[in-house]
């Protein structure tokens, strides 16, 4: 199985901040790389799909990049409603597998 | 719009058995991969099954596998997880999710549903 590392796993800003989230996998992937955003108690919303193409309705302050084994998924001007945590994905190979997750907190 | 509806969750004994569905509405069902995914408390998502458009084929992890089966009734636009010697491990909130490829491979997961619990316990 291809194994997601995300990092960091927390960390605290403020809104307007720019915020950079890395998700780096155990093999290439080649554009298999997707992102994904979940509140508490909620379930997860799709984000980025293809390394840096923004789902419809997407907000354009969020945008990803990389390539080969490592991809980031940067938020530019932290928004209230962007406090939660971000999953990266591969569906490059079977099993599906997501990152341990990334959760975004209020300074 | 885009609707997937959870049900079937549950508290259940080790070792017992429950099915769940997924309920789709406001898409054409029978043109799109779906899949299972989990989410043990306070934990991350893990894929758990997938079933191709028209579910000629289903995969599902190496974790459930030889337990739980996955399988879709596209005349009545739901999927299903029939899960059976569940264990402790197997507690978690269980999600349906839509992807645009028909396969387990080379899509994303662009709807999800509400998530229904499954809790395992004596």
């Known amino acids: 199985d291809i194994q997601m590392t995300q990092s960091p796993t927390s960390l605290t800003a403020s809104v307007g901040d720019r915020v950079t989230i890395t998700c780096r996998t155990s093999?290439?992937?080649?554009?298999?790389l997707n992102w994904y955003q979940q509140k508490p108690g909620r379930a997860p919303k799709f984000l980025i799909y293809s390394i840096s193409r923004l789902e419809d309705g997407v907000a354009s302050r969020f945008g990803g990049s990389g390539s080969g084994t490592e991809f980031t998924l940067t938020i530019s001007g932290l928004q209230p409603e962007d406090f939660a945590t971000y999953y990266c994905?591969?569906?490059?190979?079977?099993?599906?597998?997501f990152g341990g997750g990334t959760k975004v907190e209020i300074k | 719009q885009v609707q997937l509806v959870e049900s079937g969750g549950g508290v259940v004994q080790p070792g017992k058995s429950l099915r769940v569905s997924c309920a789709a509405s406001g898409f054409k069902f029978n043109y799109y991969g779906m899949h299972w995914v989990r989410q043990a408390p306070g934990k991350g998502l893990e894929w758990v099954a997938a079933v191709w458009h028209d579910g000629s084929k289903n995969e599902v992890a190496d974790s459930v596998t030889g337990r739980f089966t996955v399988s879709r009734d596209n005349s009545k636009d739901t999927m299903y997880l029939e899960m059976h010697s569940l264990r402790v491990e197997d507690t978690a909130v269980y999600y349906c999710?839509?992807?645009?490829?028909?396969?387990?491979?080379?899509?994303?997961?662009?709807?999800w549903g509400q998530g229904t619990l499954v809790t395992v316990s004596s």
């Open positions: 994905q591969q569906t490059y190979s079977s099993p599906p597998t």
């Open positions: 999710a839509r992807d645009p490829r028909g396969s387990s491979t080379g899509g994303f997961f662009d709807h």
């Open positions: 093999q290439g992937i080649g554009t298999y």
